[in-house]
């Protein structure tokens, strides 16, 4: 039974030690390349500019860029067979990885929107429930607005816009 992705990362890394090496020229095989990887894993910025700089990324035999996905925690697809071009597999995840944030600030945006909306729309629907109430009572009972906001117990905060409504109209 293969260990599990986090126990192939934490056994490669343990016992390899990549962060170690300084001489990656020293492996003959892409072995070097997918411990460099790794060693770069951590940091971004210096996984891209490996990606960017080394070639040897743009042709990697299957089973390393397999392991490679395994042992670095990688998203990337792997495609079946044959050479795999890691630098476009990164490239390709960065951009799913981007279509996913735009999706969900989008889904966000969209519920706190609503959410907004429904608020002021509740909110607008309270101040017109008020201003007909003020509007009959004071012609009814002959009350000032004043008056009539007291009897009905308009809130302070919707006072002002009440008066203001109903001195426009």
Known sequence: MFPTTA????????????????????????FGPVL?????????????????????????????????????????????G?????????????????KEGLAEGHAEGLAEGHAEGLAEGHREGRIETFISSIRSLAEKYNM?????MDAISVPDADRSTCLRILQQR
């Not at 460099?36 to 990324?57: C, H, N, P, W």
């Open 36 to 80: 460099k990887f790794i060693q770069a894993s951590g940091d971004r910025k210096r996984m891209e500019e490996l990606l960017d700089t080394d070639t040897v990324y743009q042709s990697l035999d299957h089973e390393s860029a397999v392991l490679l996905k395994a042992v670095a925690n990688l998203k990337a697809a792997i495609p079946k």
């Open 7 to 30: 126990g192939l990362q934490t056994c490669l890394t343990t016992l390899i030690a990549p962060n170690e090496i300084r001489d990656f020229d020293r492996f003959h095989t892409e």
């Open 82 to 98: 044959g050479s795999v071009d890691m630098c476009k597999a990164w490239e390709e995840y960065g951009n799913s990885q981007k």
């Open 144 to 148: 000032s607005i004043e008056q009539a």
